[in-house]
């Protein structure tokens, strides 16, 4: 079965605009040009195009997209079941938030009680799952199963205090992030207040801290995409001047 691209756009719910820009960027190559100037798109390229439309369903850029796929090793068969333990990850995320809104529901109606810790366990869990959907196999393959299964009990295990606490920190650490980076300076005393407060909240996820371990974190920032948009979203060269910042404090 052959497709154009208007075909190919309806079957698959996207915008012509969309499929073009795809060939613009070498992501998806139609098969062939026929002599009308036409693009046609074969079996392979809308296979493809479902793995594409896969990865964007679950938030990754282009960019990581056409790296994944156009990679030789890239196997389609197992990319699919990839993907279906991701959806399954995403389903049990789903279903642990409609169970805490149903406990919510019936606790108001006094049907039942709810501890403070149970009103916010479906909200711990979305975390950790889209935290497992995001960067699960890198830092698994960095630090161990072990560790990472020690954070996310941690993170099971923490109170509406603590957890006030760490997204303080997280939002201290940004706004010191920004003073110090005027600075130019990744060992000047606020830079290094940045790297501190970004330890203190590393530790309520850690089960025990380490500076080289941190460095390593540090360093990740940088190294991969997704986190350095976070940090240079806020400020353009902000994950590379934290990392900096947090190599002078840990010595590394």
Same mark, same amino acid.
């Not at 820009?21 to 195009?49: C, M, T």
């Not at 919510?104 to 975390?127: C, N, P, V």
């Not at 991969?224 to 979203?233: G, K, L, Q, T």
């Given at each position: 079965?052959?497709?154009?691209?208007?075909?190919?756009?309806?079957l698959?719910?996207?915008?012509?605009?969309?499929?073009?820009?795809?060939? !613009?960027?070498?992501?998806?190559?139609?098969?062939?040009?026929?002599?009308?100037?036409?693009?046609?798109?074969?079996?392979?390229? *809308?296979?493809?195009?479902?793995?594409?439309?896969?990865?964007?369903?679950?938030?990754?850029?282009?960019?990581?997209?056409?790296?994944? *796929?156009?990679?030789?090793?890239?196997?389609?068969?197992?990319?699919?079941?990839?993907?279906?333990?991701q959806?399954l990850?995403?389903?049990?995320?789903?279903?642990?938030? %409609?169970?805490?809104?149903?406990?919510? %529901?019936?606790?108001?109606?006094?049907r039942?009680?709810?501890?403070?810790?149970?009103?916010? !366990?479906?909200?711990?869990?979305?975390?950790i799952?889209?935290?497992?959907?995001?960067?699960?196999?890198e830092?698994?393959?960095?630090?161990?199963?072990?560790? *990472?299964?020690?954070?996310?009990?941690k993170?099971?295990?923490?109170?509406? !205090?603590?957890?006030?606490?760490?997204?303080?920190?997280?939002?201290?650490?940004?706004?010191?992030?920004?003073?110090?980076?005027?600075?130019?300076?990744?060992?000047?005393?606020?830079?290094?207040?940045?790297a501190?407060?970004?330890?203190?909240?590393?530790? $309520?996820?850690w089960?025990? $801290?380490?500076?080289?371990?941190?460095?390593?974190?540090?360093?990740?920032?940088?190294?991969?995409?997704?986190?350095? +948009?976070?940090?240079?979203?806020?400020?353009?060269?902000?994950?590379?001047?934290?990392?900096? +910042?947090?190599?002078?404090?840990?010595?590394?």
């Amino acid at each position: 079965m052959e497709y154009t691209v208007q075909k190919l756009g309806k079957l698959a719910g996207i915008s012509t605009r969309t499929l073009r820009y795809y060939d !613009e960027i070498e992501l998806l190559k139609p098969a062939k040009v026929n002599s009308s100037g036409y693009r046609i798109y074969g079996q392979k390229e *809308v296979d493809r195009l479902q793995q594409i439309l896969f990865y964007r369903e679950l938030g990754m850029s282009l960019d990581r997209i056409k790296e994944i *796929v156009t990679s030789p090793s890239f196997n389609g068969a197992i990319a699919l079941r990839e993907h279906r333990e991701q959806l399954l990850d995403r389903r049990r995320q789903l279903d642990a938030l %409609i169970a805490n809104v149903d406990k919510s %529901i019936a606790l108001s109606e006094g049907r039942i009680t709810m501890t403070d810790r149970e009103k916010f !366990e479906g909200f711990k869990q979305k975390m950790i799952d889209e935290n497992e959907q995001k960067y699960g196999a890198e830092t698994r393959a960095k630090y161990g199963n072990d560790t *990472v299964n020690k954070s996310n009990e941690k993170l099971k295990n923490m109170t509406q !205090e603590q957890h006030d606490e760490v997204t303080r920190l997280a939002n201290e650490v940004i706004a010191a992030l920004g003073e110090a980076i005027q600075t130019g300076d990744p060992a000047s005393d606020i830079a290094q207040r940045a790297a501190d407060l970004h330890k203190q909240w590393l530790t $309520y996820y850690w089960s025990e $801290y380490s500076k080289e371990a941190h460095a390593g974190v540090a360093q990740m920032y940088v190294d991969d995409e997704r986190f350095r +948009a976070y940090y240079d979203n806020h400020y353009p060269g902000a994950a590379a001047f934290l990392r900096d +910042a947090i190599h002078i404090y840990t010595g590394h």
